[in-house]
């Protein structure tokens, strides 16, 4: 293990030390700081700002093959997320006949660049599944002690959804004090939730973090082009513009950039962290972090990765790895779409299709 005499820069010293500023790390940035708490931030990627970034306002005409996706920008040229998700100096290997995709990102904000904004909250039996059906486990905490939680966390977020009497069993929605109103179903929403209808579904819809009203620094959204591309005017929610920038407001708030972790730092005895020990990626430096406390927030691949990589005399197998389950059974961010063709809209005029992005937030419910 590398310790400090061995970096090539004077140690950094930090009160709190979060590595990774997506929706954990900027999460946990944003409540410390504005807590009053000295935080210092590692990021791997460059700094980002969506405000001046972004091709929100870009026409498709600007774009090659008029935005259409590539191998290196599947989400399309105006994709926010530097590298598309895929980063070629990162490889990772999949088992063959797999096509296991990992989305990353190298930015401040992380991966809140690319997700599709919806924020459903687990229900009641989500938690208690063995006890409702005998597989899995129960989770040790029950939905009513995580609702404050999905509260705070959505007030500071900014999450549009049904009015709270239409809520249905184990689908709890945010309460109405807090919700931001939805705007009007589409056309292809309205014909989805009358088919719905006939069978006996219920649709509504679906939690979403956009905001329909002004909010702070952030304006509502006026549905300009997709979320992908990012939100230069904060309608859609990123950890930039939600977290880490009003948190960077209170003056408790250091960001590191280009610092690629490569292992957590611990005393002699092996039981505290101290540290972090990372790679600066823009002159190939090693330099080292002291902190009284150490956040992990990289996403779950990385910060196993992290952990794994971070053994020692004490922990032969990795930091917190004496069961040796670390890294394994691992969730993370999944993606799949489908796409159809409705034949009842063939051939009508063009008409107004404002709505959120390109996606239908109806949410089934039965």
């Avoid at 960001?255 to 002159?283: F, M, N, P, W």
């Avoid at 952990?307 to 993606?335: C, H, I, Q, R, W």
Wanted: negative net charge.
């Amino acid at each position: 293990m590398a310790m400090a005499n061995e970096t090539e820069q004077p140690v950094t010293q930090a009160v709190v030390l979060i590595v990774g500023s997506g929706a954990g790390g900027g999460m946990m940035a944003y409540q410390l700081a504005t807590s009053g708490v000295k935080v210092t931030l590692l990021e791997s990627g460059r700094m980002y700002d969506s405000a001046v970034e972004t091709a929100m306002f870009s026409p498709v005409s600007d774009a090659p093959l008029r935005d259409m996706g590539t191998p290196d920008k599947p989400a399309g040229f105006f994709d926010a997320t530097i590298g598309g998700g895929s980063l070629e100096e990162e490889p990772f290997t999949t088992d063959e006949g797999t096509e296991f995709r990992w989305w990353r990102a190298r930015m401040m904000g992380g991966r809140t660049h690319h997700w599709g904004r919806q924020t459903p909250r687990y229900g009641p039996d989500d938690f208690k599944v063995f006890s409702n059906t005998g597989r899995e486990v129960d989770w040790p905490v029950s939905y009513e002690d995580v609702a404050p939680y999905y509260d705070r966390v959505e007030e500071i977020v900014g999450v549009l959804g049904p009015d709270e009497k239409e809520a249905v069993h184990n689908s709890p929605v945010p309460p109405n004090h807090i919700r931001h109103e939805p705007p009007a179903p589409r056309a292809s929403e309205m014909l989805f939730a009358k088919a719905c209808e006939k069978i006996g579904l219920k649709t509504h819809a679906h939690p979403t973090a956009i905001l329909t009203r002004d909010k702070g620094d952030r304006s509502a959204c006026f549905y300009a082009t997709n979320c992908i591309r990012g939100c230069s005017i904060g309608a859609a929610f990123d950890s930039v513009t939600g977290f880490i920038q009003p948190a960077l407001k209170t003056g408790n708030l250091t960001i590191i950039s280009h610092a690629h972790v490569l292992q957590v730092l611990t005393d002699a005895s092996g039981k505290k962290a101290t540290g972090v020990l990372y790679v600066d990626r823009e002159t190939e430096t090693r330099r080292e972090v002291q902190a009284k406390v150490v956040v992990l927030a990289a996403g779950s691949m990385q910060s196993c990765r992290i952990m794994l990589n971070s053994a020692t005399d004490k922990a032969p197998e990795g930091l917190g790895n004496s069961s040796g389950m670390l890294g394994k059974y691992v969730s993370d961010t999944l993606f799949t779409n489908i796409s159809v063709q409705l034949p009842t809209f063939v051939g009508l005029p063009p008409h107004n299709e404002d709505g959120i992005s390109n996606r239908t937030f109806m949410r089934l419910v039965n």
